[in-house]
DNA sequence: CTTGACTCTGCACGAAGTTGCACGTTTTAT
DNA sequence: ATAAAACGTGCAACTTCGTGCAGAGTCAAG
């Protein structure tokens, strides 16, 4: 078996499990646990998995449990968020997806706002449990936990079900050349698919998205609509996109 | 088990609760309550939690309004629930009703326990996010938000694609006559379909469900395999169904 | 074909981390 | 006041870790 391989199949149980334990893996690959070890060192100085005594955990998602992630909802979120909300008119259908840019959005609606808001992220459905006119549609599939949305197949035939007027995207990365990016390829087919079924897809941008791109495309800058960025923010985000036929709002 | 995950464990516990008892961790863990003591101390150092006589109490006491929720969890469903995640076998599939009763079921799921959760519930769904093992199905839908659930034909349909193990069912009412019962038409029909795809329906019902009726009927009692309820309502139970042929536990 | 540089792997060994128990102390409840 | 529970510390057994080293395999230059 060849190194890299060796480190594929880690980083897949981890990814599958949540944890590897150097032991069972010496076990099962049927080499020592020096060899282990050093792959685990390797990946961790990569920063694909986070070592820890007897295995390893996945590099963010177990911090992110640690620090609460949810807590940090910068002024800019939510500003973007309300700039967000302001753009749904009534009667509309509009896709919404998981993050805490997109929870921010919600938080916002109009409370005399009739509206159906179709998701494939469980929190956002529980936020909109308390909106008094607003039907939630729920997109169902397998749980990707690091991001709490719905992916899959079953999400994406669920999607094809759908047609919004708006979708409200989130991403991790976005960049003049690469374009729109997240970081798992489940997640960015679902993006995808739920783009496809919108007459419009807007993308809500905080500034630390700016300029980044993570490992999987899911749509180059062409090919959206509207982009949402922080006020501070615009000069940068113009210059980078001058052509791209997107308008962009400043919250 | 790794320690760092123990560690995360106790503060995934103690953001959901919002307090920890050592010695119910040690048992929980399977560890002795010296090793639980010193991860809480360890944690303590790191200000993640602050240490208190026979466990530990979250840091800030910005989430005191957490533990102010909890509060409304009896210990009788906190029983049924511990009870209810006793009977999941690793490696089953489960189906797992919305719910107050149902959230103490999830949050009593040991860490190391590896099975499939479905479930229409988005509410059970985030909640499993910080379950290390547990791979989450979730059931789309429209949302019926008096009971945070997805409804509706597409949630049928999504049922239909799934057979599992056990179901555990929450109701409104359960009566000897009139047998299950709930609120809403559409919550029923999707009852009867997640328990004519399971090889076994199990029903949680804490005290005040017992001998109550609601408009809507789920089931007759006879088509059930089992019944959690609180320990001193046994008696009562055993004689309101005594030739039903359902297993009552006793949590 | 041979040689030398390089990489990968497993083993050995001392260091460091982890865990449960024993024991004496502190806190809590009755 | 007394008993029970929880606590901290020290300790021994055990596991895991990192490093140095040697043997095996690979590859390209000579």
């Given at each position: 078996?060849?190194?890299?391989?060796?480190?594929?199949?880690?980083?897949?149980?981890?990814?599958?499990?949540?944890?590897?334990?150097?032991?069972?893996?010496?076990?099962?690959?049927?080499?020592?646990?020096?060899?282990?070890?050093?792959d685990l060192?390797?990946?961790?100085?990569?920063?694909?998995?986070?070592?820890?005594?007897?295995?390893?955990?996945?590099?963010?998602?177990?911090?992110?449990?640690?620090?609460?992630?949810?807590?940090?909802?910068?002024?800019?979120?939510?500003?973007?968020?309300?700039?967000?909300?302001?753009?749904?008119?009534?009667?509309?259908?509009?896709?919404?997806?998981?993050?805490?840019?997109?929870?921010?959005?919600?938080?916002?609606?109009?409370?005399?706002?009739?509206?159906?808001?179709?998701?494939?992220?469980?929190?956002?459905?529980?936020?909109?449990?308390?909106?008094?006119?607003?039907?939630?549609?729920?997109?169902?599939?397998?749980?990707?936990?690091?991001?709490?949305?719905?992916?899959?197949?079953?999400?994406?035939?669920?999607?094809?079900?759908?047609?919004?007027?708006?979708?409200?995207?989130?991403?991790t990365g976005?960049?003049?050349?690469?374009?729109?990016?997240?970081?798992?390829?489940?997640?960015?087919?679902?993006?995808?698919?739920?783009?496809?079924?919108?007459?419009?897809?807007?993308?809500?941008?905080?500034?630390?998205?700016?300029?980044?791109?993570?490992?999987?495309?899911?749509?180059?800058?062409?090919?959206?609509?509207?982009?949402?960025?922080?006020?501070?923010?615009?000069?940068?985000?113009?210059?980078?996109?001058?052509?791209?036929?997107?308008?962009?709002?400043?919250?």
């Open positions: 078996m060849l190194t890299q391989q060796r480190k594929a199949h880690i980083l897949a149980v981890l990814k599958q499990t949540g944890q590897v334990v150097a032991k069972s893996l010496s076990e099962q690959l049927d080499l020592s646990e020096d060899t282990i070890r050093r060192r390797e990946l961790a100085a990569e920063g694909l998995l986070q070592r820890v005594h007897g295995g390893a955990l996945p590099a963010s998602p177990a911090l992110a449990d640690f620090s609460g992630r949810q807590a940090i909802a910068t002024d800019g979120k939510k500003a973007i968020g309300r700039a967000a909300a302001a753009m749904i008119r009534p009667g509309q259908v509009v896709f919404v997806d998981g993050g805490t840019t997109t929870v921010q959005l919600v938080r916002h609606l109009p409370p005399e706002l009739e509206a159906t808001i179709i998701t494939h992220s469980p929190s956002i459905a529980v936020e909109l449990v308390s909106h008094p006119r607003i039907t939630v549609e729920l997109i169902g599939g397998r749980l990707f936990k690091h991001s709490v949305v719905a992916v899959g197949a079953s999400a994406i035939e669920a999607i094809a079900r759908y047609r919004a007027d708006i979708y409200f995207m989130g991403v976005i960049h003049p050349e690469t374009g729109l990016t997240t970081g798992d390829s489940e997640e960015a087919a679902v993006k995808r698919a739920l783009s496809r079924h919108a007459a419009e897809t807007i993308v809500l941008a905080s500034s630390e998205k700016l300029g980044a791109a993570s490992p999987y495309v899911i749509l180059p800058m062409n090919e959206i609509q509207g982009l949402i960025v922080e006020r501070g923010t615009r000069d940068e985000t113009m210059a980078a996109y001058p052509a791209a036929g997107v308008s962009v709002t400043v919250a």
